[in-house]
């Protein structure tokens, strides 16, 4: 502002010696930076307009895609409710939970939607006999061909024998695995891809 100032001061006395040429040059630089300005700011302006349409128009499309998707989606086959056990299976399986409740460890493989169906129906008939349960996920690469294993230690607990033939009762195929369970824990069941063929459940254990 100073220098400005200072300018003004310096042609000054050029200024008073033609006023209106002055004004006339002062009107002109005025007039053209505003000119400018507006032509700079409208293109600017209608550039982000035109970034802003586009941006629409990409929206638009991803919106009709995922509504053609939505319309066409078919539920994947390993989801659907193909795993299942019949309420009459856990009504025969907590007949025999009930008659000495203890404590499980039940886990499932968090990357398989059968496994996580196929524990909450196991949750539920040791949870409404009265058992203590754990539930957890895990990601492991050994799993067992049947779909399901029931850990067990070296000196099963009268407990753990019940769980076993809950499970035997209903049918319900599984892998027996023994190994060293915390002093709390009567048995672990681990459920990963349960076996499609579930009406098939009489194999011997």
Known sequence: MDKLLEQLQDIWPLAMQAPWG???????????????????????????????????????????????????????????????????????????????????????????YSALQLTEQIYKIFKESGWGISKGIVITDDLPDEGMALSISQHTTASGRIALAALKAAELKFAIREEDLPDDVDIRIFISDYPTDISNRTEKY
Not at 33 to 47: I, V
Not at 51 to 60: C, D, F, M, T
Request: proline residues 2%; aromatic residues 8%; positive net charge.
């Open 22 to 112: 002055f004004a006339t040059i002062t009107i002109l630089v005025v007039t053209i930076s505003w000119t400018a300005g507006r032509f700079m700011f409208g293109e600017r302006l209608k550039t982000l307009n035109a970034r802003l349409e586009a941006r629409n128009e990409l929206i638009g499309e991803y919106e009709k895609k995922i509504k053609i998707l939505g319309e066409n989606y078919t539920q994947p086959k390993s989801q659907e409710n193909d795993y299942a056990i019949s309420e009459e299976q856990i009504k025969t399986a907590k007949t025999i939970a009930k008659t000495l409740p203890g404590k499980i460890s039940l886990r499932h493989d968090m990357t398989s």
